[in-house]
């Protein structure tokens, strides 16, 4: 960590411009909206498989915990963590979508791109048309982005991201060999005292969503659900991998008879459960949270079934990293991604990342590459008064108000890590180590997301990659 340090105080002491010698940006295709005019047939096609990311030589290989600290090796199991895939087809003759959810706390887009291509084949055979893998974002799981390992050396492990990689592939297959056709419903409910936003403003998305598919042969009924909270009830002082909160949600549903897919919402700006009083961040609060999200799901009544119709489109585009210190680990090795050389930002330099848009009916979901405020997909932005940069015109649009869509769900961390979305008027700074230190605002208020965000611009690119997304698909 020193070394680290020392580096990025030496590279502060001059202008720092990210050499990308032999690179080029790459021109990226046009968004283009890939939905039938109308529903052909009378049924969805649902397939679901879960894969256990484990690795077997867990205890005498040395792995990274994804989060807390550096240099802090998993010690031991707590339970599983797994990749599950869910096959989704509409019978339009457009091809399926495949959904994969991933224990992790974050995959890169360059990861999520190796996936895709090992996963051609498959494509080509089965005719799907669009993959999206989303992770939980779960701190207890293996490091996958690289910043946790002993710095200034990446925490990425090859054994795991070949595990990664090979299980992903084959939840793919399996979802896709067990698919059966039957109906699918929507359905949402209000939950109360699970969460807790931890910093101002306090606004989230309490809402639980489910889609829950039910087969005609009257086999297990798939519950793909929707919920913003990070999986982190387990605390800075645990060591043992787990799926944290999570695992124990979907255990409780498994021991019902269903079969679960999770996708994290909006959790940026700290969406996070409550701990158990007397608890605090432990096993026992963990199991209380998930089981609390399980029964939450099982409670939902008169749930709408939804006409087998589905959208799908995707907007590549490029974002700035204005962060020294992502810019320097990306140097090192750290965490590896290609960089491409910008006219723009502090140190002009970019990276490719990615937003997806899907319709199932009238259920509507805006898949973001990270960790999104909440106040900018639902509104609710802090004044002038107290946000640290000035008032809330400064800001985007919200993204349900830019879609006309009250109900807009958000799938965070999806195809993409790229740390914190931030609203433009309460991104703060520390003076003397951006990126580094904490600032402290003029009200006392402690600004951490900052410092694991590419920079203050994140936001615009993502509204103005939503704008165009909804653009195409109106036209």
Not at 218 to 224: P, T, V
Not at 340 to 352: C, E, I
Not at 446 to 469: D, K, L, Q, V
């Amino acid at each position: 960590m020193n070394k680290l340090l020392s580096a990025l105080q030496k590279t502060m002491a001059t202008p720092f411009k990210l050499r990308s010698i032999g690179y080029h940006s790459p021109p990226l295709p046009q968004p283009v909206w890939d939905c039938p005019t109308q529903a052909k047939s009378d049924h969805f096609t649902v397939g679901i498989a879960k894969e256990d990311l484990t690795p077997p030589d867990l205890l005498t290989h040395r792995y990274y915990m994804a989060g807390y600290g550096f240099f802090k090796p998993v010690q031991g199991f707590l339970n599983p963590v797994y990749a599950t895939a869910m096959w989704l087809d509409d019978n339009s003759g457009l091809g399926g979508v495949l959904l994969v959810s991933v224990d992790c706390v974050g995959i890169m887009h360059s990861d999520v791109e190796k996936i895709r291509e090992r996963l051609a084949s498959f494509c080509r055979t089965t005719g799907c048309r669009v993959i999206n893998i989303m992770s939980t974002h779960c701190h207890a799981s293996i490091d996958t982005m690289g910043f946790w390992g002993p710095l200034p050396k990446t925490g990425r492990d090859p054994r795991f991201f070949k595990i990664l990689f090979d299980k992903i592939e084959r939840a793919a297959e399996r979802a896709y060999a067990t698919r059966k056709d039957g109906d699918l419903y929507a359905g949402s409910v209000a939950t109360e005292g699970i969460q807790q936003d931890k910093r101002l403003p306090v606004v989230f998305e309490n809402t639980l969503t489910r889609l829950r598919f039910v087969p005609q042969d009257g086999g297990k009924e798939i519950y793909a659900l929707n919920y913003s909270s990070h999986p982190e009830v387990l605390g800075s002082h645990n060591v043992l991998l787990s799926a944290d909160w999570v695992h124990w949600m979907r255990d409780k549903l498994e021991n019902e008879g269903k079969e679960v897919i999770f996708f994290n919402g909006a959790v940026g700006g700290m969406i996070t459960p409550t701990t158990v009083e007397g608890f605090g961040e432990s096993i026992k609060s963990a199991q209380v949270c998930g089981e609390r999200v399980a029964e939450a799901a099982l409670s939902i009544q008169d749930d709408k079934k939804l006409a087998p119709k589905v959208g799908t489109i995707r907007k590549q585009f490029f974002i700035n990293i204005d962060n020294i210190l992502f810019a320097l680990c990306g140097v090192l090795g750290v965490m590896p991604r290609p960089k491409f050389p910008s006219s723009q930002g502090d140190m002009n330099v970019t990276m490719k990342t990615e937003m997806n848009y899907m319709e199932i009916d009238s259920v509507h979901i805006l898949m973001v590459p990270g960790e999104l405020f909440p106040e900018l997909a639902y509104g609710g932005y802090l004044e002038a008064d107290i946000a640290a940069i000035g008032g809330p015109e400064l800001n985007p649009k919200p993204f349900r108000e830019m879609a006309d869509d009250p109900d807009l769900i958000i799938f965070g961390l999806a195809n993409d890590e790229i740390g914190y979305i931030i609203p433009p008027n309460d991104f703060l700074l520390s003076e003397n180590l951006p990126y580094l230190d904490r600032a402290i605002d003029q009200n006392n208020r402690r600004h951490y997301e900052e410092t694991n965000s590419t920079g203050p611009r994140a936001a615009n690119f993502m509204a103005r990659a939503f704008e165009e997304i909804l653009l195409t698909v109106k036209e």
